[in-house]
């Protein structure tokens, strides 16, 4: 009898908290424009700081968060991403405004790298991350339809933000307090699997967030000088998007390992450079929401898969870590990549210059699926050749979990084993079988 599947709620509710700021960048790198008389590049430089310290948040504590504990640091990094962006969004001083937003990124960055960990340790890390997904496009997309409405203050997000963060932080009760009941019971000098193929994750899925991001960070001037949508229907714009992208995921969730991670990482990253370039370029109300809503349905699809390969690579969750910084580092240089960009080529140029680094990029990423692609989206599964994942069938038969190894377990070897061939039959060295043959003797004639 396998034991029924439960979800991690407080793990999702920590990834929530995680990776709402890079979920809420738009609005809140216009508001810091608008409201602080910031120019374009300046807000895109604080959106940028405040990821930057997020990302250095999975590179410090990757190493050392089985010995701090996982309820400790997720406590730590909810309470400093509370107070930060608190502070932030409760002055107009600049420099305040600034260093809450870094203080708070690394808040962020902790619960993120906590979320990742445990996430990895999962008996199906995919399905928790599409949950943790599905969550903060949710609560993302309230933000957006509720934001607007409440006038053109830049602490609004930065405040939501910071409630969530003191939401989440109770939730942390449920999780492991030190090193005893952390997820990762080998010893801590385990060398890191997967020398090859994770750099190459890391190094592209930087590049792919940076794009990701480079786009988001400017949609909401796109939007308002480009496509000539005024706020609230600018708010409603992305709030839609992300809803979209709540199907994206639901459908991600459901399509799960049938098609393996290859083809969703490759193809959905081509489709999304499309996007890419329809929403730059856009001129009316209906092109922009066009290409916002198919990015938007693309975007977290690609990137759950993304996440559960990273995941696969390292049962320890170093991998995880270390992959889910280096998108929070493509992330943070996204807004002032993206302003830089948009100011010398223009928003169509940039659009055509992101979209043709992702398809650069989609061909590593896909290799490191496919050469990693012995391991399924399902926990314990072995590929076979030419067989079902291990998994699947004791999903079908009933085999003990207990029976199947863990994920991130080295294949089993294919071993040859030699068999002599049989000997050859000789004429008369086997007789007929029954009573007639025991009851006959040597010399009596019969046969």
């Given at each position: 009898m396998f034991a029924r599947r439960t979800t991690p709620w407080p793990l999702v509710a920590l990834f929530t908290a995680g990776y709402l700021p890079a979920y809420l960048l738009p609005t809140t790198v216009g508001r810091l424009g608008t409201s602080l008389s910031l120019t374009a590049t300046q807000a895109g430089a604080v959106g940028s700081a405040l990821l930057l310290s997020s990302a250095s948040a999975g590179f410090v504590l990757a190493s050392r968060l089985p010995r701090i504990g996982a309820r400790t640091a997720a406590r730590a990094g909810l309470a400093l991403a509370a107070l930060g962006y608190g502070t932030a969004a409760l002055t107009t001083t600049v420099w305040l405004v600034v260093a809450g937003a870094v203080a708070g990124g690394f808040g962020s960055g902790t619960a993120t790298t906590v979320a990742a960990t445990r996430?990895?340790?999962?008996?199906?890390?995919?399905?928790?991350?599409?949950?943790?997904?599905?969550?903060?496009?949710?609560?993302?997309?309230?933000?957006?339809?509720?934001?607007?409405?409440?006038?053109?203050?830049?602490?609004?997000?930065?405040?939501?933000?910071?409630?969530?963060?003191?939401?989440?932080?109770p939730l942390t009760g449920r999780l492991p307090g030190?090193?005893?009941?952390?997820?990762?019971?080998?010893?801590?000098?385990?060398?890191?699997?997967?020398?090859?193929?994770?750099?190459?994750?890391?190094?592209?899925?930087?590049?792919?967030?940076?794009?990701?991001?480079?786009?988001?960070?400017?949609?909401?001037?796109?939007?308002?000088?480009?496509?000539?949508?005024?706020?609230?229907?600018?708010?409603?714009?992305?709030?839609?998007?992300?809803?979209?992208?709540?199907?994206?995921?639901?459908?991600?969730?459901?399509?799960?390992?049938?098609?393996?991670?290859?083809?969703?990482?490759?193809?959905?990253?081509?489709?999304?450079?499309c996007c890419i370039a329809l929403s730059a370029s856009a001129t009316s109300p209906a092109s922009f929401a066009t290409g916002e809503i198919a990015w938007n349905t693309l975007y977290p699809v690609v990137l759950s898969y993304l996440i559960g390969l990273a995941a696969s690579l390292d049962p320890r969750g170093r991998w995880a870590v270390f992959v889910g910084s280096a998108s929070s580092l493509g992330t943070a240089a996204g807004p002032l990549t993206g302003s830089v960009l948009s100011a010398e080529a223009g928003y169509r140029g940039m659009g055509l210059i992101l979209g043709a680094g992702l398809l650069l990029v989609a061909v590593p990423m896909t290799a490191v699926a496919l050469h990693t692609g012995g391991?399924?989206?399902?926990?314990?599964?072995?590929?076979?050749?030419?067989?079902?994942?291990?998994?699947?069938?004791?999903a079908t038969t009933g085999t003990p979990s207990g029976a199947v190894p863990e994920v991130g377990a080295a294949e089993q070897p294919v071993v040859e084993i030699p068999v002599d061939a049989p000997a050859a039959a000789v004429q008369r060295a086997y007789d007929t079988a029954g009573p007639r043959q025991a009851a006959a003797t040597p010399g009596s004639g019969t046969g």
């Open positions: 996430i990895a340790a999962e008996r199906d890390p995919h399905r928790a991350s599409t949950m943790g997904l599905l969550s903060v496009s949710a609560l993302a997309g309230a933000v957006y339809l509720t934001v607007p409405h409440l006038g053109p203050a830049h602490g609004l997000p930065l405040a939501a933000i910071a409630l969530t963060a003191l939401a989440v932080w030190g090193t005893a009941a952390s997820p990762a019971a080998h010893e801590t000098t385990t060398p890191l699997p997967r020398r090859r193929s994770g750099p190459v994750l890391a190094a592209t899925v930087l590049c792919w967030s940076m794009a990701q991001n480079s786009l988001w960070g400017v949609s909401g001037r796109i939007g308002l000088t480009q496509a000539h949508l005024g706020d609230a229907a600018l708010g409603a714009v992305f709030a839609v998007a992300l809803g979209a992208g709540l199907v994206g995921v639901l459908a991600a969730g459901l399509l799960g390992s049938r098609l393996g991670r290859a083809v969703p990482i490759g193809a959905g990253t081509v489709l999304i450079a391991r399924p989206l399902l926990p314990g599964a072995v590929r076979r050749r030419g067989g079902t994942p291990a998994a699947l069938v004791a």
